[in-house]
């Protein structure tokens, strides 16, 4: 199946609740479910999805290759204990989940290598995160933009990436926006309050429609019934180019996911 433009993230959640929470967002209707070798919840996500009962070829799955993994002869292994964590056979979409710190190893190592995983048939796509627009260029010169199903990197009100986003759309590379909600700032916002209150919605599902009608994949991530519905019905709110423009000013440069071993943003 393609990729759903709405999935459920599952960074920050592990054990039981990682499994009610995927659980039910299973029911309501979610099918394509994030998660990465760091979370440490791979097993977990492999349970829930097993006794959702759901056919495997009804759900996409996204998995990412750690730091650790990136050397040629770690990365199929890799990908491989994180297939038997999932109860999988194969994934959907295997993303590189941050370029090699420092350019330690060199992406002309790694990436080949999702693509020999690929031809294995452990995943049916592979990606990238994190990557910078001279990370994005070597790895078109690489792979090719064909072969790049997404740059997975992080969008919000906040931070809009733009000089990235821009790049990507000229390449026909899709972007998919983790952290789409602040890690809940948005809520607290008062230009999107407002904008929540002219369309009877909330703050996140503001956020969530801009993010789809500016045609990016997102990925929020929640542990309640209620917000896991509210997100899913983001989707059919339609914003205004006013609303749009109000949005755009909103950009600050807030990044969140910023560890010492980011690269050097754009």
Request: hydrophobic letters at 45%; glycine letters at 6%.
């Amino acid at each position: 199946m393609t990729m759903p433009p709405l999935g459920f993230g599952t960074f920050r959640l592990k054990g039981q609740e990682l499994i009610d929470a995927l659980t039910t967002a299973l029911e309501l209707g979610y099918r394509h479910i994030d998660t990465a070798q760091i979370y440490d919840n791979e097993q977990e996500v492999g349970e829930a999805i097993a006794a959702s009962g759901i056919p495997r070829d009804e759900l996409f799955i996204t998995t990412k290759i750690w730091i650790t993994n990136l050397k040629p002869e770690k990365l199929i292994p890799s990908l491989h204990e994180s297939l038997h964590k999932l109860g999988l056979k194969q994934v959907d979409l295997t993303l590189i989940h941050w370029p090699s710190p420092e350019g330690k190893v060199p992406i002309e190592e790694y990436l080949p290598m999702l693509l020999e995983a690929r031809e294995q048939g452990l995943t049916r796509a592979i990606g990238v995160s994190n990557f910078t627009i001279e990370h994005l260029t070597q790895a078109i010169d690489l792979v090719g933009a064909e072969n790049l199903a997404t740059n997975q990197v992080e969008i919000h009100p906040f931070l809009h990436n733009r000089k990235l986003a821009e790049f990507a759309r000229e390449q026909g590379i899709q972007l998919t926006a983790y952290m789409p909600l602040a890690v809940g700032k948005v809520m607290q916002d008062p230009v999107l309050q407002a904008l929540a209150r002219a369309h009877k919605v909330t703050p996140a599902q503001v956020t969530l429609a801009w993010l789809l009608q500016s045609g990016y994949v997102v990925i929020p991530s929640s542990t309640k019934r209620a917000h896991q519905q509210a997100n899913l019905d983001a989707a059919k709110i339609r914003l205004s180019q006013e609303d749009v423009a109000a949005i755009a000013a909103l950009e600050r440069g807030e990044r969140i996911a910023n560890p010492e071993f980011a690269p050097r943003w754009d």
